[in-house]
């Protein structure tokens, strides 16, 4: 509307200029012609005249519509500025107008968004309440005129309300709460009046004998004259706590009637502990230990060196960040004695509150195996010196500058395996614990002594020269010549060598003392076991002086068989001396067994069996007596194969052997033994006959009678 007025004026104005113009025009040419033609009536005076009065015209109509024009633009520029102002003011006007409008957008969109929410809250509230695990009952109060509660109207139920009441929403929903519960309690009604007039809300459980199920019941007020009750099924939860209980109660029992003590420590303090616990650390009574600091009943250190409460800082500390810790600990019994328990120690929750179950067994047992397992990882068992482990190690710790010269005895035992062979080997043993009895006593106190094989043994004797290791030598030597056990001279060879540079490998040192240890043993292991073997036949023979004369009387039968079959000399003495040692292996048959009167049982003839093979291996110890250690071995063969060790049959038998079978034989059978009399010379002759071809070669048989008995052959 004020655009068109402000319009309207400018046409007004510019009319008017027009017709200002045109009075102006007019007024001048009708009044200036009329005013030349009175003044002049020269044509070009009038022409001039004319002329003039055009310029003059045109300078005043220009004046004139300059002055016009002027004031009319001015009032144009007033107008425009204010037509600008109010445009100004107008774009305020709309800005302000916008903002408002986008104000009320925003509003309108929030109020929207609000209304979407709260609208999608509801649908959420009603689809929560309408699935949730729990039964909701909505009710409202009915009042009479004195506004007083006399009844509770079912206005909503969930799904779960039917499951948990066994009732269908659509049979009970706008029905009172007495017509849906008719045995509801007076004193429930009344307190759920109390919930809604006062809003407190109300919790109880009740237990549906019928259903024999366990509720939770929650009641309170949503809303003015409403009632809400929600019903949770805590049946599963009512057993759980009853499993509970029985847990605990089977705790407890495991608890009081473990093998091992158990303590429950809180803030390091004993809050409780087992009847094994009491035992374990030697007092009377629970009432002793608990209350007191777990600290009391250890030591201020522990055998590692570190403070018993500092580790057990970082026991308890392992403990919760791993869930369990295992540890070993010493601790100290009321008497005083300390003693190493193996600790279990996890946390526990007990009436809500994190504690320490520590689980502690007795390993006094375990540990003192522990350390005898230690003590013969680095010692002999037999002899209690120190092994080849701990001899390897110590060689190598004290291979220092410091301790040159560094002197390395080897010594072997000479005949071990000859008396093991012979007496046995709970005698070999006896044997070498004598040896080390005499190799104790022959060094110094300080010198270390090793077993390192089954005869073998090696001195270390630090800051040693070699003259005093030589000394050491012969002072062993002279005490082993003193030394006699079950008539066998004990004999030892050692082999040393000294290392008096750096320079000089250990290695190399201990090789040269064992490389002349066995130069000495090659010359004094000979002489030994020719001496054990005589020790061994004197040992025989007075175990049994029959026995004696019986090897006597083979001898000289052998001799008697060799010369009637013409053999040499060195034969026949070969024979005279396998008929003294042909039962050299008895030596390690059991007396009891040998001199038995009855007939042997099974298991002792195999062990009676056993001494051709110990003869054997007896006399294979002396290279000289290797042959006749064959011969020893075989003197119990039969010529159809059923003989013993071997089994060997006919000519595979060596000859030495088929003869002494004869000669043994036969002398057995002449002389009284304990099992049986003795036979007659005839008799024992057609023994021998008997078992020609069978047990006997057929014919030493017939040579041994015709030639050395001195009887017919055939009757």
């Known amino acids: 509307m004020c655009i068109n007025n402000k319009q309207n004026k400018l046409k007004y104005e510019n009319i008017k200029i027009c017709l200002i113009y045109l009075m102006i025009g007019f007024i001048w040419i009708y009044f200036s012609d009329r005013m030349i033609n009175k003044i002049s009536n020269d044509s070009s005076m009038l022409l001039m005249i004319s002329t003039y009065k055009g310029w003059l015209y045109v300078i005043v109509t220009s004046t004139i519509l300059y002055l016009l024009i002027n004031s009319f633009l001015k ?119 109390h919930i809604v007039k006062t809003g407190e809300p109300l919790c109880y459980e009740n237990y549906e004998q019928e259903r024999e199920q366990y509720y939770s019941i929650a009641a309170y007020r949503p809303k003015q004259l409403q009632l809400a009750v929600i019903v949770t099924d805590i049946t599963a939860r009512k057993q759980a706590e009853e499993v509970v209980k029985v847990s605990e109660y089977n705790f407890r029992n495991i608890f009081e009637a473990s093998s091992d003590g158990i303590l429950i420590v809180n803030d390091k303090n004993v809050i409780d502990c087992n009847i094994s616990m009491v035992h374990l650390l030697g007092y009377d009574s629970k009432a002793c230990i608990i209350g007191e600091d777990i600290c009391k009943f250890s030591l201020e250190k522990q055998p590692d060196g570190e403070l018993s409460e500092e580790k057990a800082f970082k026991m308890y500390k392992s403990t919760i960040e791993n869930g369990k810790c295992k540890f070993e600990w010493w601790y100290k019994r009321v008497d005083g004695r300390l003693l190493p328990v193996e600790v279990m120690m996890t946390p526990i929750l007990l009436s809500g509150k994190k504690v320490f179950h520590s689980l502690w067994r007795d390993i006094s047992e375990r540990k003192q195996i522990e350390d005898k397992m230690e003590y013969l990882s680095y010692h002999d068992q037999l002899t209690g010196l120190y092994n080849r482990r701990f001899f390897e190690e110590e060689l190598s710790r004290l291979d220092v500058e410091r301790n040159l010269p560094l002197t390395i005895i080897m010594g072997d035992v000479n005949g071990l395996k000859l008396v093991n062979d012979s007496f046995g080997h709970v005698i070999g043993d006896e044997l070498i614990k004598r040896v080390v009895e005499i190799m104790i006593k022959g060094c110094r106190s300080d010198d270390i002594i090793s077993r390192i094989g089954g005869d073998e043994f090696v001195i270390i004797l630090p800051k040693t020269d070699i003259y005093e290791a030589e000394e050491i030598v012969k002072r062993i030597k002279a005490l082993s010549l003193k030394e006699k056990l079950n008539s066998v001279e004990i004999s030892i060879s050692f082999g040393y060598e000294t290392k008096k540079k750096e320079v000089e490998k250990i290695q190399d040192i201990l090789k040269k003392a064992e490389d002349n240890m066995y130069k000495k043993k090659l010359l004094e292991s000979p002489s030994m076991r020719l001496k054990t073997i005589n020790s061994i036949i004197t040992t025989l023979n007075q175990k049994n002086k029959r026995e004696e004369q019986n090897n006597n009387r083979v001898s000289r039968l052998c001799q008697s068989i060799g010369t009637a079959m013409g053999l040499s000399k060195d034969e026949i003495k070969q024979l005279e001396i396998l008929g003294l040692l042909h039962d050299i292996g008895e030596i390690a048959i059991d007396e009891n067994i040998l001199n038995k009167p009855g007939k042997l049982t099974d298991e002792e003839w195999e062990e009676v069996k056993r001494h051709s093979e110990i003869g054997y291996r007896i006399l294979s110890t002396l290279n000289d007596m290797s042959e006749t250690a064959k011969y020893v071995l075989a003197h119990h063969e039969k010529w159809n194969g059923t003989g013993y060790p071997k089994g060997l049959k006919g000519e595979e038998i060596p000859l030495q052997s088929r003869i002494i079978t004869i000669a043994d034989s036969y002398e057995a059978m002449i002389n009284e033994r304990s099992y049986r009399n003795a036979l007659s010379e005839e008799a024992a002759i057609e023994e021998l006959k008997i078992n020609s071809g069978i047990q006997f070669d057929p014919e030493l048989v017939r040579v041994f009678i015709e030639k050395v008995l001195d009887k017919q052959f055939d009757k």
């Open 75 to 193: 009032k144009v520029d007033v107008t425009e500025k204010k037509l600008n102002e109010s445009y100004e003011e107008l774009l305020a006007v709309n800005e302000e107008i916008e903002a408002y409008v986008q104000q009320l957008t925003a509003s309108e969109q929030e109020l929207k968004a609000q209304y979407d929410q709260i609208t999608e809250s509801e649908e959420k509230y009603k689809t929560l309440a309408n699935e949730m695990q729990q039964g909701l009952a909505i009710f409202e109060a009915i009042i009479n005129d004195k506004e007083e509660i006399i009844e509770y109207r079912l206005l909503y139920a969930n799904k779960y309300h039917e499951k948990v009441t066994g009732l269908k929403n659509e049979d009970i929903l706008g029905k009172y709460i007495t017509e849906i519960f008719p045995s509801i309690e007076k004193s429930l009604i009344e307190k759920y009046g």
